[in-house]
């Protein structure tokens, strides 16, 4: 945790100055996102970064609770809730193996571009799969690096190693629909807005 935690430390300042990189996209994302969600709703955010999809989403659910391993990148999700009026999100440091939920207890998870960032995905699902009640859903958005750039397999651990990067995973969108079918969900959407985008998915767990 604690190199990963310095580089989105180190980085927290300019990411949060960056425009989305592909806006229209990200707000096809939120929207059918949005279309699952009930005023009553408990939610987890994994990896919620400088807090803009949780803020996002604050005013359609009951309570966000959103994570990230970075303490900068919290504070400045904090200070742009308190500058929107937001009081239904609580932003909290934490690396997901660290994280303590009781078992079937949320009705969303939101992963987005978070899981190739883990060295151990599988595992994270499956957790989220127990924290979620019957019927409940993961909401993920990931880069399947395994579908067009195997290279990077190789540079990464390099960039790793002299902290010019994070940790990446590569792996591919059919290996990422296997972890998920292996964790016991269905996939209830699937989106992939173009060639080496990202894949949204919204997985339901079984009733």
């Known amino acids: 945790m604690d190199q990963s935690a310095k580089f989105w430390d180190k980085i927290a300042e300019r990411y949060s100055k960056q425009p989305i990189a592909d806006e229209a996209s990200y707000q096809k994302k939120l929207q059918v996102t949005r279309e699952y969600f009930q005023p009553n709703m408990e939610v987890l955010e994994l990896g919620c970064g400088?807090?803009?999809?949780?803020?996002t989403h604050a005013p359609y659910v009951k309570h966000i609770r959103a994570i990230d391993i970075s303490s900068k990148m919290i504070a400045i999700a904090q200070g742009k809730a308190d500058a929107k009026g937001v009081t239904n999100i609580t932003f909290e440091r934490s690396a997901i193996d660290d994280l303590s939920v009781q078992d079937n207890s949320l009705d969303v998870v939101l992963g987005f571009s978070i899981l190739h960032l883990l060295d151990n995905k599988e595992e994270v699902i499956g957790k989220v799969y127990k924290v979620l009640k019957p019927g409940g859903i993961f909401v993920s958005s990931t880069v399947c690096l395994g579908?067009?750039?195997?290279?990077?397999?190789?540079?990464a651990p390099i960039g790793k190693f002299f902290g010019l990067m994070p940790l990446v995973k590569v792996f591919t969108t059919n290996e990422l629909e296997d972890c998920l079918s292996n964790a016991g969900f269905e996939i209830d959407h699937q989106w992939q807005p173009g060639k080496n985008k990202a894949v949204f998915i919204v997985a339901k767990k079984s009733e």
């Open 50 to 55: 400088t807090g803009s999809t949780a803020i």
């Open 147 to 155: 579908d067009t750039l195997k290279i990077i397999k190789f540079i």
